[in-house]
Antibody
């Protein structure tokens, strides 16, 4: 059974940093592109970032470019999102998601990030 | 800027049929966008119902079906049930390797 379990969310002040993780199991993690998607309170889903299977290619939404860094550890089946210079508008539930293939098939349960003073 | 368009809301009677659509503000959706439909109820994570245009995820009832209609992707619910009341999001794979989400359609069954 495919499982994606996010962790690392919490309350952080504006300008602060947070590191999210997504522990993957039940599939060949090192073969899949991985994505982060977020959802602000009462709003829709928004794609944040993705990383290819070996970690050599990363892509970011304009809203987080230069502040967020996606990475992965294929030996530990873990996806990460380092979030720096956080803003109030980054407040959201963050989901990790993946294929197989190019469509989102599997989702984690999400982790809440709140940016507030 | 490319935007994915979805109907904001739909109402369907129990046992009825509803078709949700997913398009671009400019251009056509194709199978190369690997159209995917996700269902989300309040407080829950999204759940993928249909991916790659018309493939159902494991355990998804066959009353959910995906297709391309004209220049849009479509999700049809045939024989709607009360627990189909939810938000439905369309997701399209874009050149450059990222996903573009529609704003979601709220489906009410009454």
């Amino acid at each position: 059974e495919v499982q994606l379990v996010e962790s690392g969310g919490g309350l952080v002040q504006p300008g602060g940093s947070l590191r999210l993780s997504c522990a993957a199991s039940g599939f060949s993690f090192s073969s899949y592109w991985m994505h982060w998607v977020r959802q602000a309170p009462g709003k829709g889903l928004v794609w944040v970032s993705r990383i290819n299977s070996d970690g050599s290619i990363t892509t970011y939404a304009d809203s987080v470019k230069g502040r967020f860094t996606i990475s992965r550890d294929n030996a530990r089946n873990t996806l990460n999102l380092q979030m720096n210079s956080l803003r109030a508008e980054d407040t959201a539930v963050y989901y990790c998601a993946c294929g197989p293939g190019l469509a989102p098939r599997y989702w984690g349960q999400g982790t809440q990030v709140t940016v507030s003073s | 800027q490319t935007v994915v368009t979805q109907e904001p809301s739909f109402s369907v009677s129990p046992g009825g049929t509803v078709t949700l659509t997913c398009g671009f503000n400019s251009g056509s959706v194709s199978t190369s966008n690997f159209p995917t439909w996700c269902q989300q109820t309040p407080g829950q994570a999204p759940r993928t119902l249909v991916y790659n245009t018309n493939s159902r995820s494991s355990g998804v009832p066959d009353r959910f079906s995906g297709s391309i209609l004209g220049n849009k992707a479509a999700l049809t619910i045939t024989g709607a049930q009360a627990d189909d009341e939810s938000h439905y999001y369309c997701v399209l794979f874009m050149p450059g390797g990222f996903w573009l989400f529609g704003g979601g359609t709220k489906v009410t069954v009454l």
